[in-house]
């Protein structure tokens, strides 16, 4: 299995909802990341997950909050978003050091 | 921080004819440079990379270019297909945490 898989594939979700992105790899692979991309742009890193410890929060609203269950999931919980948040929702996992990302296809994410 | 500079941001060519898309780098720390290209709809895809203590690597018609004195890379497309139509992401890294990507090239290959 060589592949991240994200679900939802697609997100509508209202400014008080509360809603959760999922991400599953089972590569043995012991990084994972959340990005964020808006159309046009390159991504942009939100969260690293090593060894299913929290490694780097780059300043991400308190608004999104992850969580790693284990080396193989990784959660983004979604709470009281607002409009400018709506954009694509990327996983990644990577073997710790310096290798290639593996991505999902992504969560494409629309707050109303 | 690293800072990674990517021209040009479009790019059309015919097809069989070859792309070149070039990136610079801030950081003389940074020790990995990946390349990406995503589909629209798709999320980014490993294409090829290099390591810095290589010059150049190949694959089929595909081949990156490193050069570290001046702090830039390259990425070559030969014979292209209008299925390397795509945006192309170029990053550099010194770690593999944080990994900064270039502002993307968007390659449109004409029939």
């Known amino acids: 299995d060589t592949e991240v898989t994200q679900t939802p594939k697609h997100l509508v979700m209202g400014m008080t909802n509360k809603k959760s992105l999922k991400c599953e790899q089972h590569m043995g692979h012991r990084a994972m990341y959340w990005y964020k991309q808006k159309a046009k742009k390159p991504p942009e890193l939100m969260f690293v997950?090593?060894?299913?410890?929290?490694?780097i929060n780059e300043s991400v609203p308190s608004r999104f909050s992850p969580e790693c269950p284990n080396s193989s999931l990784l959660n983004l919980h979604l709470h009281a978003l607002q409009p400018e948040d709506s954009a694509l929702y990327l996983c990644a996992s990577s073997q710790a050091g310096a290798y290639g990302y593996t991505f999902g296809s992504g969560t494409r994410l629309t707050v109303v | 921080g690293e800072n990674v500079e990517q021209h040009p941001s479009t790019l059309s060519v015919q097809e069989g004819d070859s792309a070149v898309i070039k990136c610079t780098y801030s950081d003389s720390a940074s020790n990995y440079f990946p390349w990406y290209k995503q589909e629209l709809g798709k999320g980014p895809q490993l294409i090829i990379d290099?390591?810095?203590?290589?010059g150049e690597k190949k694959d089929q018609r595909i081949a990156v270019t490193l050069n570290k004195t001046a702090k830039h890379f390259s990425l070559h497309i030969t014979e292209t297909q209008p299925e390397d139509s795509a945006v192309y992401f170029c990053a550099a890294s010194g770690g593999y945490q944080k990994v900064t990507f270039g502002t993307g090239t968007k390659l449109q290959v004409i029939p």
């Open positions: 997950y090593s060894y299913e410890k929290l490694s």
């Open positions: 290099i390591r810095s203590n290589v």
